[in-house]
Each structure stands twice: as structure tokens, then as C-alpha cells.
């Protein structure tokens, strides 16, 4: 079945330093990507949608030079946080809906437990 | 906003136990409902869905049904297995299609015990 892969699953590092996860489409193109966040014990909250070839679109809140994201082909959209402090600690995870299906047919990642010391 | 409330975990269970995750929404119109899955390592995985009002989704023994009246779509499972040891997720999609995004409940911890 389709599968999306997300890399790294978990992540240290030090404040002040960028962090890059990738989100790539096994076995299907995927034109829009999205991005989620969850701090424990909250809901995953969208954080971005992802779109190959144009700029992503960020929800209210979500700082676009801090979270950058490239969505430079059909399978693949990267997520980095860049200059990270400790509040971006979270787990994230992408979601990749094949082209032209359903909201029966969103495939996750596995997703990345980000922890900035 | 469109939103998804879910009761609080750990849920901690004997295996055989009767298994019930309460979620509530609050949308404007007609959503779609969802549980998705998610067991340790893996992605979110669509267990059951349930387009319109009492439509009942059902997948692996687990069973949810539409409730518009009380805005509902609460997980069920007659007996649990310790397989069944994974985070589960309520969440609606306003719309049918796949580039919408999904609005989520916070999750429920479940672990089943031999």
C-alpha cells in the first residue's frame, strides 16, 4: 500500500541550530503535503500546507521564516526549523494525500520528535 | 473553528475488556468523521470513517457510529487485545476532498494488558 516516509523519527539538538525533516511519498505523487504539530497531551494542530512548485501557506500563529518548507517535487516536502529554541520541541508529522484522491486517503509519516536542549 | 474533543488518556485495559473513547465535534455543515491509529513506530493509519448521520464505520473489530444529534462518533471495541496497544485519533474533514486537511483530537492512549 502507500506509504509515506518521514525522516528523522526523533531528533537532539542544541538551541540555535536548524533542524530538516523530510517527508517523501513512496509510491504515489503528492502535489500537497501538510505539516502538523503536537505538544503533549494537545491535539495535532496544522501547522502548513505544502505545494510542489509554489509557497506553502501557514496557518494563523505559525512563523514562515522559522518553518521553512520546500515542497521542491511530487514526492517529497522538507520541514526546517530553523534557529530552534527548546518551545519548538514537538513532535511533528506530515500527511500526503495521493493526486486527485479522497479525505478517505491521507497517509502519514511516522513522524519526528523534535527535542532542542 | 472546526474542532474535535477526545476524551483524556492512558486508557489502561485487561485484555477482553470492553474498550469505549468518547470524541465530540463542533463543525458548520456535514463532516466527515475518522478514527485513525497510530501504533508505536508507525504512521497514522485510517481505522474507520463515517461519511453521514448514522452511518456506522467499523474496521477490526472496532465499530463507531455518526451521531448527529449529540455530535459524536465514540470508539468501540467489544474486546480489546493486547495488539491493540496504540494512540488513537478522532478527526473530521469538512470536505471530500483529500487536499483538505484533517482537524484532530488531541489522542487517547490505549494499553491492553495480558
Known amino acids: 500500500g502507500a506509504v509515506v516516509s518521514q525522516h528523522p523519527s526523533w531528533v537532539i539538538c542544541k538551541s540555535g541550530t536548524s533542524v530538516k525533516i523530510e517527508c517523501r511519498s513512496l509510491?504515489?505523487?503528492?502535489?500537497?503535503m501538510f505539516w502538523y504539530r503536537q505538544f503533549p497531551k494537545q491535539s495535532l494542530m496544522l501547522m502548513a500546507t505544502s505545494n510542489e512548485g509554489s509557497k506553502a501557506t501557514y496557518e494563523q500563529g505559525v512563523e514562515k521564516d522559522k518553518f521553512l518548507i520546500n515542497h521542491a517535487s511530487l514526492t517529497l516536502s522538507t520541514l526546517t526549523v530553523t534557529s530552534a529554541h527548546p518551545e519548538d520541541s514537538s513532535f511533528y508529522i506530515c500527511s500526503a494525500p495521493p493526486d486527485g484522491g479522497t479525505n478517505e486517503k491521507l497517509f502519514f509519516g511516522s513522524g519526528t520528535q523534535l527535542s532542542v536542549l | 473553528g472546526d474542532s474535535v474533543t477526545q476524551m483524556e488518556g492512558p486508557v489502561t485495559l485487561s485484555e477482553e475488556a470492553f474498550l469505549t473513547i468518547n470524541c465530540t465535534y463542533t463543525?458548520?455543515?456535514?463532516?466527515?468523521l475518522f478514527w485513525y491509529v497510530q501504533y508505536p513506530g508507525e504512521g497514522l493509519q485510517l481505522l474507520l470513517k463515517?461519511?453521514?448521520?448514522?452511518d456506522k464505520g467499523s474496521n477490526k473489530g472496532f465499530e463507531a457510529t455518526y451521531r448527529k444529534e449529540t455530535t459524536s462518533f465514540h470508539l468501540e471495541k467489544g474486546s480489546v487485545q493486547v495488539s491493540d496497544s496504540a494512540v488513537y485519533f478522532c478527526a473530521l474533514s469538512a470536505e471530500a476532498s483529500g487536499n483538505t486537511p484533517l482537524v484532530f483530537g488531541k489522542g487517547t492512549r490505549l494499553s491492553v494488558i495480558a
Open positions: 463543525a458548520t455543515g456535514y463532516p466527515s
Open positions: 509510491d504515489f505523487q503528492a502535489t500537497t
Open positions: 463515517a461519511t453521514k448521520a448514522d
